[in-house]
């Protein structure tokens, strides 16, 4: 019998005895199995670069178990090795280690793989389908052992899910910095990621799932909030009685109902996973499950004429909501998508027609087919909704590549140019002009001491912060502090906590220095535990996505990186604990680029120095990018904060009469 304690257990790294195999768990919602793309050769490499994890005297007994793997699962995850210990964030305290930054991202990497928290835990994957913390649990393992001898002398550097080692640093350095996916440009297509993957040298980080920022669905509620009620605003419809139709509950898409009920209208969100739907329903952040597409049709008919607030799940395609509401002439007023398109060939989208177990086995056994059958289902789900938004919908893409993989189909979803889409990204139309430009975006926090009362406590400052800053904020940008004041006062009775004890509000430059200096503050005053703070790489300045976070800059520039990198290598000086660059993120391999950072928050003079500088920069990055691509919003707010701050020159673009190229 295993004796260790927890902290003895994180410090042994990998077991010098090899712990006894584990079985399957089928309750655990598990990932699918990956297409077979290797060789035979390579199907070798796979499993030598696998067993360089191990001492040779294992070899023998672990090749056949980990070749069983490959071939059952088209990866090798070491299943073996999955800790015995319940995977959750504990209280910062309770890790072992030299160094408490190093702590905290232990803290934030178990909260990544907690069970109410990942999608597929037992495959370390987050959510998105293949948005993976680590490749194996020996990674996983690895990482935490040198997170516990950690000094602030030193740097863990990551290899997408690979701990290359602790390096000589110094304490201004980040603690770690981590890359996922970084492949020479012409190596990002699908299909070279299902590659590299199985070979264990790659992985998908997806945003947060591998810079151990994710906060559970919550962190994407606010954002979807956000968007649902100004997509109302937009029609100029009350959310009240409103019909909001979209699909998918696993990882960050199961949000939207949740936002839904906060913004107050009807929600239909279709998924055709039995279990994580179950999991969304007992979590409450769906209020019923429907089987049936009648009973569903005649449920949204009564919600709409008693003008309820309610969040229906369909368990089944999304595609057969569309179509059959369509001859129901049931009025829908807002409509997008959140499946994982950016992966649709593994279990990101399910085509219609087909059962969800049956899905699985073709995705594995008869890639092909399967694509065929997947853009088929795109071209229906195009065509059903091109019938409603000739009936008066507004359809936008929620950045999940359903445009860009729709198209590539051959739906009929391009605009009469051939250029552009026939539909807006979310960001074209609502975030990126009314947030992203005035450097609003997703800010987050969360309360290491694992205490309620300190969320709370966090959530009362910020609150105050904001409304002491909207006294003063020009009338530009009174909306969007207004929603957020409105969150952040009802955070609480929306038992919006998945896992940590967590928190995410969008807020600007000024309002994240202010709320992270009052943290910083109240715990060096012993009001409040340790607080680390991050974001979404879904923000200002961290992403570089042509078909999402930039896909409002219009001077031809949305296809370059430049601002994504800027901002890593910026905060990395800056005073970030921890930072991140990934290949990949929401839209697919290939398509973005996208950086992501942690801060610890210890109440020290040092942690108030750089939260200042750091916080700074990450935002106005962004801000003076967009504001060189002529964004009127961004031009507003990078004047207002060179006004602000003396040591910011910004080059500023002198705009062309358009007459004169005509």
């Given at each position: 019998m295993d004796t260790k304690t927890f902290q003895e257990k994180i410090q042994q790294g990998i077991p010098n005895e090899l712990p006894q195999p584990k079985p399957y768990e089928p309750h655990i919602n598990h990932a699918p199995k990956r297409k077979e793309i290797l060789t035979d050769e390579e199907k070798k490499l796979a499993l030598k670069n696998a067993l360089r994890y191990f001492e040779p005297k294992f070899h023998a007994e672990l090749l056949p178990e980990f070749r069983d793997e490959l071939e059952n699962y088209g990866r090798i995850y070491m299943y073996r090795f999955r800790p015995d210990y319940e995977m959750k964030a504990r209280p910062i305290s309770e890790y072992p280690g030299k160094s408490e930054q190093a702590k905290a991202i232990m803290l934030m990497i178990q909260n990544n793989l907690d069970y109410a928290v990942a999608q597929h835990p037992h495959e370390l994957i987050t959510y998105g389908g293949n948005g993976a913390v680590f490749s194996n649990w020996a990674q996983y393992l690895l990482t935490m052992k040198y997170l516990s001898e950690m000094t602030d002398e030193q740097t863990l550097t990551m290899y997408s899910g690979h701990p290359m080692g602790l390096f000589p640093s110094h304490k201004e350095a980040p603690r770690v910095v981590v890359t996922n996916g970084m492949m020479i440009p012409n190596y990002s297509k699908p299909d070279d990621w299902e590659k590299f993957n199985a070979l264990g040298v790659s992985q998908y980080g997806q945003m947060t799932a591998g810079s151990y920022m994710y906060i559970g669905p919550q962190g994407i509620v606010h954002g979807t909030t956000i968007t649902v009620l100004n997509a109302f605003r937009k029609i100029k419809k009350e959310t009240q009685g409103g019909l909001f139709v979209t699909s998918g509950l696993g990882g960050m898409s199961g949000a939207q109902p949740k936002a839904g009920n906060i913004a107050g209208c009807i929600t239909v969100c279709a998924e055709v996973n039995p279990k994580i739907t179950k999991i969304r329903h007992e979590q409450k952040w769906i209020d019923e499950v429907h089987e049936n597409i009648e009973?569903?049709?005649?449920?949204?008919?009564?919600?709409?004429?008693?003008?309820?607030?309610?969040?229906?799940?369909?368990?089944?395609?999304?595609?057969?909501?569309?179509?059959?509401?369509?001859?129901?002439?049931?009025?829908?007023?807002?409509?997008?998508?959140?499946?994982?398109?950016?992966?649709?060939?593994?279990?990101?989208?399910?085509?219609?027609?087909?059962?969800?177990?049956?899905?699985?086995?073709?995705?594995?056994?008869?890639?092909?087919?399967?694509?065929?059958?997947?853009?088929?289902?795109?071209?229906?789900?195009?065509?059903?909704?091109?019938?409603?938004?000739?009936?008066?919908?507004?359809?936008?893409?929620?950045?999940?590549?359903?445009?860009?993989?729709?198209?590539?189909?051959?739906?009929?979803?391009?605009?009469?140019?051939?250029?552009?889409?026939?539909?807006?990204?979310?960001?074209?139309?609502?975030?990126?002009?009314?947030?992203?430009?005035?450097?609003?975006?997703?800010?987050?926090?969360?309360?290491?001491?694992?205490?309620?009362?300190?969320?709370?406590?966090?959530?009362?400052?910020?609150?105050?912060?904001?409304?002491?800053?909207?006294?003063?904020?020009?009338?530009?940008?009174?909306?969007?502090?207004?929603?957020?004041?409105?969150?952040?006062?009802?955070?609480?009775?929306n038992k919006l906590v998945v896992g940590s004890q967590a928190r995410i509000l969008y807020a600007d430059a000024e309002g994240r220095m202010k709320i992270a200096e009052a943290f910083n503050n109240a715990i060096k005053r012993g009001e409040i535990g340790p607080v680390v703070l991050g974001r979404d790489h879904h923000d200002v300045s961290g992403t570089d996505s042509p078909y999402r976070e930039t896909s409002n800059i219009y001077d031809g520039s949305k296809f370059t990186a430049d601002m994504a990198i800027q901002n890593v290598i910026g905060d990395s000086f800056r005073g970030a604990t921890w930072v991140s660059i990934h290949n990949g993120g929401g839209v697919g391999w290939g398509e973005v680029i996208n950086g992501g950072f942690g801060m610890l928050l210890d109440g020290s003079e040092d942690a108030d120095r750089k939260l200042k500088s750091m916080l700074f920069w990450d935002v106005n990055n962004g801000i003076s990018r967009r504001s060189w691509a002529r964004n009127e919003g961004a031009v507003f707010a990078i004047k207002r904060a060179m006004e602000i701050e003396p040591n910011l020159k910004v080059t500023l673009p002198n705009l062309v009469d358009e007459s004169l190229l005509s």
């Open positions: 009973e569903l049709i005649q449920r949204v008919k009564t919600a709409k004429e008693n003008s309820e607030t309610v969040s229906l799940a369909y368990l089944g395609n999304v595609v057969e909501v569309w179509e059959k509401f369509d001859e129901e002439n049931l009025k829908i007023d807002i409509g997008s998508d959140q499946t994982s398109l950016h992966n649709p060939w593994a279990g990101g989208y399910y085509p219609a027609g087909i059962s969800f177990e049956e899905s699985n086995k073709m995705m594995a056994e008869n890639p092909d087919l399967f694509k065929e059958k997947v853009q088929e289902s795109l071209r229906r789900h195009a065509s059903a909704i091109n019938k409603h938004t000739a009936k008066g919908t507004y359809f936008f893409d929620y950045g999940n590549a359903f445009l860009l993989e729709a198209s590539r189909a051959g739906a009929d979803i391009m605009a009469k140019n051939g250029i552009d889409f026939r539909y807006p990204s979310y960001v074209q139309d609502i975030m990126g002009p009314m947030c992203f430009d005035y450097g609003f975006g997703p800010f987050r926090w969360v309360c290491t001491s694992g205490k309620t009362d300190d969320l709370q406590k966090t959530d009362e400052i910020a609150s105050d912060i904001l409304e002491e800053i909207m006294k003063n904020s020009p009338v530009e940008i009174q909306q969007q502090m207004a929603d957020n004041i409105k969150w952040i006062k009802g955070a609480q009775e």
